[in-house]
């Protein structure tokens, strides 16, 4: 795997590759060398991956053969992964195919295109002859198969980055403009190609009217579907914060539709969908951060408190536990039941159910965050009205309802009132977090002592969580007091 960043130029037949030696940092350049790249691309047959801007593909030739998937991060930075070339041509490797299910959803990758590309490269090196960026000059012959395949040959440039920094690259990019290159018309050769024989289906959206509360929580909705899209691969490579991001994208996808259903209604059954979704990736999320947790707890220990093999067992029990979870995650997320949440998230975006309020102007939700914090300040009073066990469940949903305060803040661009909401969130998490780790002490502690081990580091470790806990929930109070306040302040503006 890697992260691509690249500048894509369109060039005439004719075209001169300007002089590029002397840029800052650069000692020399290196070539060109010429290779000849045969590669056949692989999506279904109605483009889903082409329409996300998605590239699969299977190359022959060159330094880097194999097959290159190729996912979209941002403008000019794609995240590519690589498979060896396996004895067959026309049948994805599972790896890959798994890793863009959220798009296909159970239908077939058949080849769609082939490109074949003679390629002159050209290196950028410092002193010590490291590459920094790398200039491919392409011709190209590429043809879209099918029953009428169809043919298009051109030429184009592509200056990429290897060891140098963005602002190298941008000095080439301005040599190369300066010399007769024009900035790509399409993100890539297979998008320049299919274009050429027929428009590439786009993800559709909703018309909504510019400045109105239906353009604000549309474009957020479609943010956070296209976030949550974005963390499918990742999740099934069970890459760091992937599992947390995606089920953060879930939430806030369902706090939204729940905060403005006078905008969006008709969304009940896909809000209780997404809890489940948050609720299949949480497991493997919990696991992932109190195992850290513990991790960080035992390195601040002294050594004389450390007492037996705990800190295996509470790394490798979490971790097989963890494993397990991201097991039961990639299960769900080839099921028929997820596979109908993302049609039911394209359909949100495309086609919703607004209602009339959607037209009117945008400032007419604030009235919706005042509610929200509202909503938190009912739920403490309600948690002061009770005593012992109860108070504390009751103060977990005082945390539930800051957080999606904070999520209805942000969607309205509230950066203050959400930073409030944070802050009630987080000191109320501390206390829950502290909590939790306590019952995995107990279950850990359990196992170790069926085993013969020295359970006393686990008391020390339950120690310090029980400590913790209870000093986020004495520092509570002044934090609501302090909080409630300004949040007063800020919403006496809106009334």
Not at 469 to 475: D, L, P, T, Y
Request: charged fraction near 30%; hydrophobic fraction near 40%.
């Amino acid at each position: 795997m890697a992260i691509e960043i690249e500048d894509k130029f369109d060039v005439p037949v004719d075209y001169e590759l300007p002089e590029l030696t002397g840029l800052p940092g650069c000692s020399g350049v290196v070539g060109p060398k010429t290779h000849q790249l045969v590669a056949l691309y692989f999506d279904t047959p109605d483009l889903r991956l082409a329409a996300r801007g998605i590239t699969l593909r299977r190359r022959r030739g060159g330094t880097d053969p194999g097959w290159h998937l190729k996912l979209p991060k941002a403008k000019g930075v794609r995240q590519e992964i690589v498979h060896p070339l396996t004895r067959s041509a026309k049948i994805v490797p599972r790896e890959l195919a798994d890793l863009v299910l959220a798009y296909t959803r159970g239908a077939p990758l058949t080849p769609v295109a082939e490109l074949d590309t003679r390629r002159s490269v050209t290196h950028l090196v410092n002193g010590a002859g490291v590459r920094l960026v790398e200039i491919a000059d392409d011709r190209v012959k590429g043809t879209v198969l099918g029953e009428q395949p169809h043919l298009e040959r051109w030429r184009e440039v592509e200056a990429e980055l290897i060891e140098g920094d963005v602002k190298l690259l941008a000095k080439v990019g301005k040599r190369l403009t300066k010399a007769g290159a024009s900035p790509a018309d399409s993100s890539s050769k297979l998008a320049r190609l299919l274009n050429s024989a027929a428009p590439v289906p786009t993800v559709r959206l909703a018309e909504t009217k510019s400045g109105s509360a239906g353009e604000v929580v549309m474009g957020y909705l479609g943010a956070q579907v296209a976030a949550l899209l974005a963390q499918d691969p990742r999740v099934r490579r069970a890459e760091e914060d992937a599992v947390h991001q995606m089920r953060v994208a879930s939430r806030r996808l369902r706090s939204a539709l729940k905060s403005f259903k006078s905008v969006v209604e008709g969304t009940e059954t896909l809000q209780e969908e997404l809890k489940w979704l948050a609720g299949v990736l949480g497991e493997a999320r919990d696991l992932e951060v109190i195992r850290e947790r513990f991790a960080r707890s035992l390195a601040t220990l002294d050594q004389e408190l450390v007492v037996g093999p705990v800190g295996t067992r509470l790394s490798s029990d979490l971790l097989d536990a963890e494993h397990e979870a991201y097991d039961r995650i990639r299960e769900v997320l080839g099921g028929e039941r997820y596979f109908a949440l993302l049609d039911a998230l394209d359909d949100l975006v495309a086609t919703p159910t607004l209602t009339k309020a959607a037209k009117r102007p945008a400032d007419s939700l604030e009235a919706v965050a005042a509610k929200g914090w509202n909503r938190v300040t009912k739920a403490y009073a309600a948690a002061q009205a009770v005593e012992g066990p109860e108070r504390e469940e009751a103060m977990h949903e005082v945390r539930k309802t800051a957080k999606r305060a904070r999520y209805t803040a942000e969607v309205l661009g509230l950066g203050k009132l959400a930073k409030h909401a944070e802050a009630v969130q987080e000191v109320l998490g501390t206390h829950q977090d502290g909590v939790v780790a306590q019952e995995r002490l107990a279950a850990e502690a359990a196992n170790a002592r069926l085993a013969g081990e020295d359970t006393f580091t686990y008391g020390v470790l339950t120690g310090l969580e029980r400590a913790g806990a209870a000093r986020a929930w004495e520092e509570f109070p002044a934090v609501w007091a302090e909080t409630s306040k300004a949040v007063e302040e800020l919403l006496s503006a809106f009334r």
